[in-house]
């Protein structure tokens, strides 16, 4: 069934007309990020398989170089294949706000999201699905080259170790969804979790309404835990996004780790790249610290950050040996109140090891 909850074509076109207006920077060294990355994903892949010990399934990684209207087909196609089990719900409600209107809304909406995106986004491991159709354009990771080049040459970052760097980093996340083998359907069968309760109802609209309103006479912040999708999903929506949003603190954390240690006798200017695009990331001003706000993107940030201060919690405590159990079965990975308080999973995971021996002996 088609998926008629967003005007995909519209979502394009205001997408492409927003990452145009984001300046590109000269064409200067471009040719050299196809060759550059072709030969680091190789070598990020071999890096991070030795650090982590975690080794694909799914064959050599492939790297794409790609220019911001691109990247932003790629996330469509993914989203439109994520977004396809809501079809039949809209169909019956078709008369609901999220009928044709809601439609189109969305499609501006999606487009704002992507292509303000497109502007920032230096890699990504297209994790989403996979599927029969079209399997060359699946499984790759990605390099925004406009993006990588903009940032080597404002802060006069060496090339070739930034671009083994990102690619470290986006190969770590490759090993995880394709070396731990339940993973990326766990990832997937919390997202359809989700789905399986959207309810396309006004009535959400105008609770969301409503808490903001009663947010700002209280004066809290209303976007403060999660932006605009946290204050239209039900509790029990929440309560897997929390699932979710614990697992993908881990893997970015985990990201961000391995992207150090693994690159350490390699890229001699990490710590500089590292400070960089935290610093980037934390001083944005005006729209754009507001956009991150509403779209929850700031909270997600937080809780990227929070990933990496969970990894060096545990391993202080168990080492390498202790965090390697996240990656045992589902039950292993850290909830978001976890992350935030490590000690919670430690606890739990070292209770859970000592029952497991009790019942051996």
């Given amino acids: 069934m088609a998926d008629n909850s967003v005007d ?9 007309r927003i990452s145009e207006r984001k300046p590109s920077s000269s064409p200067y060294h471009y040719a050299t990020l196809a060759p550059d990355f072709e030969r680091f994903t190789s070598q990020a892949e071999q890096l ?25 087909d790629a996330n469509i196609d993914s989203f439109q294949r994520l977004l396809r089990p809501l079809a039949g719900k809209l169909v019956k409600k078709e008369s609901s706000l999220l009928g044709e209107v809601g439609a189109k809304a969305g499609g ?12 920032r986004v230096l890699g990504q491991y297209d994790l989403l699905i996979i599927e029969d159709e079209n399997p060359e354009d699946q499984d790759i990771v990605y390099y925004v080259g406009p993006n990588v080049l903009t940032l080597e040459k404002k802060y ?26 339940w993973l990326r359907d766990h990832f997937l069968g919390l997202v359809n979790q989700t789905l399986d309760t959207v309810d396309p109802d006004p009535e959400i609209l105008r609770e969301a309404v409503k808490r903001i309103v009663e947010a700002k006479k209280n004066g809290e912040d209303a976007f403060a835990d999660g932006g605009i999708p946290n204050l239209l999903t039900t509790p029990e929506q929440r309560e897997t ?11 970015e954390g ?9 690159g350490a006798d390699h890229i001699p200017s990490a710590e500089y ?11 944005a001003k005006g729209f754009s610290r507001i956009f991150q706000k509403i779209i929850g993107l700031e909270a997600k940030l937080n809780q990227y950050q929070a990933g990496e201060a969970f990894i060096s919690a545990v391993e202080q405590v168990g080492g390498k040996g202790l965090l390697d159990k996240a990656w045992e079965k589902p039950e292993n990975l850290p ?3 976890e992350i935030q308080m490590p000690e919670l999973w430690i606890n739990r995971i070292n209770r859970q090891s000592e029952n497991s021996s009790i019942i051996k002996v």
Avoid at 8 to 16: G, K, N, S, T
Avoid at 113 to 118: A, K, N, R, Y
Avoid at 254 to 262: E, I
Wanted: aromatic content about 8%; some cysteine.
């Fill in 156 to 181: 006069g970052f060496p090339p070739e170790e930034f671009r083994l760097w990102l690619a470290i980093h986006e190969c770590t996340h490759r090993a995880q969804f394709t070396g731990v083998p």
């Fill in 8 to 16: 995909w074509d519209l979502a394009r076109r205001v997408a492409v």
């Fill in 108 to 119: 501006a909406e999606m487009g704002m999201l992507l292509g303000w995106m497109s502007g």
């Fill in 48 to 72: 991070v398989e030795e650090e982590t010990g975690l080794q694909s399934k799914m064959g050599e990684a492939r790297g794409r170089v790609a220019d911001r209207p691109m990247w932003i």
């Fill in 241 to 251: 996004l929390n699932q979710i949003s614990g697992m993908m603190s881990l893997l």
């Fill in 273 to 283: 790249f590292a400070k960089t695009l935290r610093d980037r990331r934390n001083s």
């Fill in 335 to 337: 909830s978001m109140e």
């Fill in 254 to 262: 985990h990201g961000d780790v391995t992207m150090d240690r693994a």
